[in-house]
């Protein structure tokens, strides 16, 4: 407890080794891929790729499959990323221009449409680490792959479908493939191995990149439907709790705007031996942005979230999400935390208000930092307290005020 965390994050991962120690002490796995993909972005343009692969066989989807991991537990999910195995082979992100049987191979497999029995044979034993990060999932043990083989892939048709066409454009494809049901998650371990996009024009993209690219490209087509749409008609508050996170999200009857808000609390991650809270957030008005979110991948998929909820009901609003990060969320898990918590959020029963300051109100009692802190790092609540709108200096009658 030296570290001040309330669980320690060196144990949570000692335990999940302990637990699979003995099924990856060899140069050989033999398993049931969920089916899982990784390419690394560690020497672009010449990056590590390979599959993942867990030391045992039968129904292994969830190893690869955030959006069944809410309400799961942080130990669960680096127990499932623990116990898959990452083979790395250096492979240019031009390969999708040759002859490459391996990822072919790899392109096959990231079409599966459930576990796939493989095969992998390393050049050494997996090394016994896993990887964190804020973007992407927890990555366990790796390892340089010698062979890979697998067998019964069975592809799913919508994504095979995209991948054969050569004239259709990747935002194009990831967007089909949105509408067509296909989960955000495999579209993203698509577009990493390059199986969409004009034909010359494909490439290899690290896994990292790719998660945030099609949360922004689905959600921004998204956006540019719901912006046709008449506005909501009343102030919603939705809240959610999740890894000792609080998410808020307060949608309002006006045109689109988005705002994406997070404080971390002293322990957490990001802001490890702080007195108080660290809050950042980006912002964006009904023309959209132009610049790459200072606070990274959660901002794109929050707002794909919001977005899919405001598509779905064929409304528009402006938004405000905001996320208080508490010390028990020990490790990050990957921006899928955001996306799937806030789509949980959504789903449920809002409470509902007529004016905006009674649902400011009770968002703020479900939340621990005071408001004026939000106001600080808020472009939308500045603009509500001391942004004058034109209909403020008219009457109900239409003359201007005196």
């Known amino acids: 407890m030296l570290c001040g965390k309330l669980g320690c994050p060196i144990i949570a991962k000692a335990q999940s080794l302990v637990k699979y120690q003995n099924l990856i002490e060899s140069e050989s796995i033999q398993g049931s891929t969920p089916p899982g993909v990784f390419v690394g972005r560690a020497g ?26 809410v309400g799961k537990s942080i130990n669960e999910i680096i127990d499932y990323r623990f116990s898959l195995v990452r083979g790395k082979v250096r492979t240019s992100i031009f390969d999708t221009q040759t002859d490459n049987q391996f990822l072919e191979t790899l392109q096959e497999l990231a079409m599966g449409s ?3 029995d493989s095969e992998a044979l390393f050049t050494r034993k997996p090394s016994k680490t896993i990887l964190l990060s804020d973007e992407t999932q927890p990555f366990g043990p ?30 194009d494809a ?41 949360d922004s490209n689905i959600s921004l087509q998204l956006i540019d439907e719901i912006k046709q749409y008449q506005t909501i008609s009343e102030y ?67 707002r794909l979230a919001v977005a899919e909820k405001l598509s779905m009901e064929r409304r528009q609003a402006s938004t405000l999400v905001l996320r208080e990060i508490h010390p028990g969320y020990i490790l990050p898990v990957g921006v899928w935390n955001v996306r799937e918590s806030i789509r949980s959020s959504l789903r449920t029963t809002p409470n509902l208000f007529d004016s905006f300051g009674a649902a400011l109100r009770f968002a703020m009692s479900k939340l621990t930092i005071p408001l004026r802190n939000w106001v600080a790092n808020s472009t939308i609540l500045r603009n509500i307290f001391f942004q004058k709108k034109i209909c403020d200096f008219f009457t109900e009658a239409g003359k201007p005020r005196s």
């Open 44 to 69: 672009y343009p010449k990056v590590s790729i390979g599959p993942m692969v867990p030391p045992y066989f039968g129904d292994t989807e969830i190893l690869d499959t955030p959006e069944l991991w």
């Open 142 to 171: 790796s390892a340089p792959l010698k062979s890979f083989k697998t067998s019964n892939i069975r592809v799913d048709r919508r994504i095979e479908k995209a991948f054969y066409d050569h004239d259709l454009k990747a935002a």
């Open 236 to 302: 919603r508050v939705y809240t959610f709790r999740n890894l000792d996170n609080i998410y808020v999200a307060i949608l309002m009857p006006e045109k689109w705007s988005f705002e994406w808000i997070e404080a971390w609390f002293p322990g957490t991650t990001w802001n490890v031996d702080g007195k108080a809270a660290e809050m950042m957030g980006d912002y964006e008005g009904y023309g959209g942005r132009t610049t790459y979110a200072s606070v990274g991948g959660c901002y794109y998929s929050t």
């Open 174 to 214: 990831a967007m089909q493939l949105y509408r067509d049901g296909v989960l955000v998650t495999r579209i993203q371990r698509c577009f990493s191995v390059g199986m969409f996009g004009l034909e010359a024009r494909r490439r290899l993209v690290p896994t990292r990149w790719s998660i945030t690219a099609v």
């Open 114 to 116: 459930r576990p796939t």
